[in-house]
């Protein structure tokens, strides 16, 4: 503190909302007869972990001497709403200022100061904010024990948490699960031709050029115009190309690629899995690091891939104090050519949100692990390559046609690295590690070889820890409403400071399954997403929910929109979500798995899978999916039938919840047993 002010921080929320039974003691209770838990007014506490600091800051701001508060907090709905929380519990009730920061040089702090906003005009912003936090509350609290008291209808305790952005995710890990599981694979061939000509050789792919222009279609042929999908058809290419000669054509045309954007979180995470393997989680705990303790980078939790506007002096001034050997020449050339120049592709005011992209601070870093030295390398380098000119590449295309057989060949040789230089490129390298042999104006080539390749297709890839963060945060595409699709392309599911802890979270209920780089859902998860199909409430599984809201809210934030409406609209739905689950009383229907498994009671030749069993048709034998809070999946119960014992399994629950492994076996009843 001053003579002027006292400056404090909060380090995150500090303050959350109280949780039903702490709410009111009986309705506290998981069962039907309780939901739904609507409260007529919100209560809020400390979060217990970081309780010092609210005590702290409640203390400071009641002083005496202070005689107004500045909200200085991230410039966006999440930072009004730590404020708000906080101000509110605190029994705040002197004159409030906004301080509203999207660069943090000293002349833009300054002239924040200088122009400090009023309370009133941020009222919209904050009620915006305080609608998502109570929406997420009572959609999440109320349909996680609507869809528990379904589940545990049949006895035992099935605790299956819903939420408004963790569910949507693990829907598109399901849909992808299903794709796989109904794939059937169908065989082709692929002609591969070796061409010499006066100055070597070189290998041309076959394709069919009436297929090549269809290619906007989806099927298989129109896709892939190389595949051949009879064999017959294959050996007769090769009969009639083999030994002959063919004409030879080629185009000669030159590209440009400009480097990549600045990184965000979400586009680290996304790079850092597909490097290092590292998860999204581990990448935000590293980048945690290197920007608390080691101050090397700016703040790390950004959905923002630009700088402000009046960040040139600062990027030339940590360009300058880089000093690893490798990038010190390259981001010198930066300088020396005055490469940072005012350019909407790095510089934008209008597209930096609460925080700018993530770059280095200028610090020396100092100690750094092998982990953190790889993030912080390329933090570094994407840095320094931002501000070079683009990538020129010489692409050539060359044709050959032997009869009416067409033959493709591509090559692709760097001209002028540009940014590239900067991983280390050089110029007259090749991109694909293919440079064609000239060809002499005129020349024919001779086919000396061809090779028939045959290949299956295969299913969709599962999706990695990179390809999830994509789909998250292109999560806007997969709904249908041009305004909900608006509303949610800045912001897709989820935050970038949340995406990591919403995939962990999947995974630590036990939707999810991590398999080496790949997302595995689980028979838990897939029945979760059947549960909410099948009773009609699929809105909860679905982006379009996060759409909708997002929608409201911004229209909120504009001050078009009212929060008592808003608001409404939430209890409605969830009021809807809990009457669909108590009433329904029927089958639910979904794509359920047929195992090819003796019944071991009548020795029928398969299993049937349904909800809530796998059981014979034949004789009715069954095996109930869940056992002590566990889900068994179809893989299992095909084991633990053909063996009479499987496991040892994890993920079981004791009825105090605590988590234990255990073998199954089949008594001699049939009946699974511990």
């Not at 209560?43 to 400071?60: A, G, N, V």
Request: charged share 30%.
């Amino acid at each position: 503190e001053n003579e002027d002010y006292v400056v404090s921080s909060a380090i995150g929320h500090l303050v959350e909302l109280c949780l039903p039974n702490e709410l009111d003691k009986k309705r506290g209770k998981w069962s039907f007869q309780n939901l739904p838990i609507i409260p007529q007014q919100f209560q809020l506490k400390p979060i217990s972990k970081s309780e010092d600091r609210f005590r702290l800051l409640k203390r400071l701001m009641k002083r005496s001497d202070v005689d107004i508060i500045i909200n200085a907090c991230d410039a966006g709905r999440e930072g009004e709403l730590i404020f708000r929380y906080l101000v509110q519990l605190a029994e705040i009730r002197k004159p409030m200022k906004r301080l509203w920061l999207q660069s943090m040089t000293d002349s833009a702090i300054k002239t924040a100061f200088q122009r400090l906003r009023s309370d009133e005009e941020l009222q919209p912003l904050a009620e915006a904010a305080v609608c998502r936090s109570e929406s997420d509350w009572l959609v999440g609290i109320n349909a996680t024990r609507a869809m528990t008291a379904f589940n545990s209808k049949v006895g035992g305790f099935q605790l299956t948490p819903v939420g408004r952005v963790q569910t949507p995710t693990l829907a598109i890990l399901v849909e992808r699960e299903q794709k796989i599981r109904s794939f059937e694979p169908k065989d082709y061939w692929e002609v591969f031709a070796d061409f010499d000509v006066q100055n070597g050789s070189f290998r041309g792919k076959w394709f069919d050029e009436k297929a090549e222009s269809r290619r906007s279609g989806n099927g298989e042929e129109e896709r892939h115009p190389e595949r051949i999908w009879d064999e017959s058809q294959a050996e007769l290419i090769q009969q009639k190309t083999l030994g002959k000669e063919g004409e030879i054509s080629e185009e000669k045309k030159p590209t440009s690629q400009t480097p990549p954007l600045l990184y965000d979180l979400t586009s680290l995470q996304r790079e850092a899995n597909s490097r290092f393997g590292f998860s999204a989680r581990r990448t935000l705990q590293i980048a945690q690091q290197l920007y608390e303790r080691h101050k090397v980078i700016t703040y790390p939790r950004t959905d923002s891939r630009y700088l402000p506007e009046d960040y040139l002096p600062a990027v030339t001034q940590v360009l300058n104090s880089l000093s690893d050997s490798t990038l010190k020449p390259h981001a010198q050339k930066v300088v020396r050519n005055s490469w940072v120049r005012p350019t909407k592709r790095i510089f934008d005011n209008a597209k930096v949100t609460d925080h700018n992209a993530i770059i280095p601070t200028g610090q020396a870093p100092r100690n750094l692990d092998e982990s953190q030295q790889k993030i912080f390398d390329m933090l570094a380098r994407r840095f320094v390559a931002v501000f070079h000119p683009p990538a020129h590449f010489e692409v050539t295309t060359r044709m050959t046609r032997v009869g009416e057989e067409a033959f493709k060949t591509e090559g692709k040789v760097i001209k002028d690295p540009g940014w590239l230089a900067v991983y280390g490129r050089q110029p007259g390298s090749d991109d694909e590690n293919d440079i064609l042999a000239e060809i002499v104006p005129g020349e024919r080539a001779q086919t000396r070889y061809v090779e028939i390749k045959p290949g299956k297709t295969k299913p969709p890839a599962r999706y990695t820890e990179a390809t999830l963060l994509t789909a998250m945060e292109s999560a806007g595409k997969l709904v249908d409403d041009e305004d909900l699709r608006e509303a949610m392309s800045a912001k897709g599911l989820g935050t970038p400071a949340t995406r990591a802890q919403i995939i962990e979270g999947l995974i630590l209920d036990g939707y999810l399954a991590r398999q080496g780089k790949e997302l595995i859902a689980t028979s838990k998860g897939i029945s979760l997403v059947t549960l909410l199909r099948g009773i009609g409430i699929d809105l909860l599984s679905s982006p379009e929910l996060t759409g909708e809201w997002e929608y409201q809210l911004k229209l909120m934030e504009q001050g078009s929109l009212e929060r008592p409406t808003f608001m409404s609209k939430i209890k409605d739905l969830t009021r809807e979500i809990v009457e669909k689950a108590k009433s329904f009383d029927s089958d639910i229907e979904g794509d359920y798995a047929t195992l090819d498994v003796q019944c071991p009671s009548c020795g029928a030749a398969r299993l049937k899978e349904d909800y809530r069993t796998y059981h014979c048709e034949s004789c009715g034998f069954r095996i109930f999916k869940n056992i002590a809070g566990r889900q068994l999946g179809p893989e299992e119960v095909k084991t633990l039938v053909t063996n009479g014992r499987v496991g040892p399994l994890d993920g079981f629950r004791s009825k105090t919840g605590k988590p234990f492994s255990a073998l199954l076996a089949l008594s001699k009843e049939k009946k699974p047993e511990f």
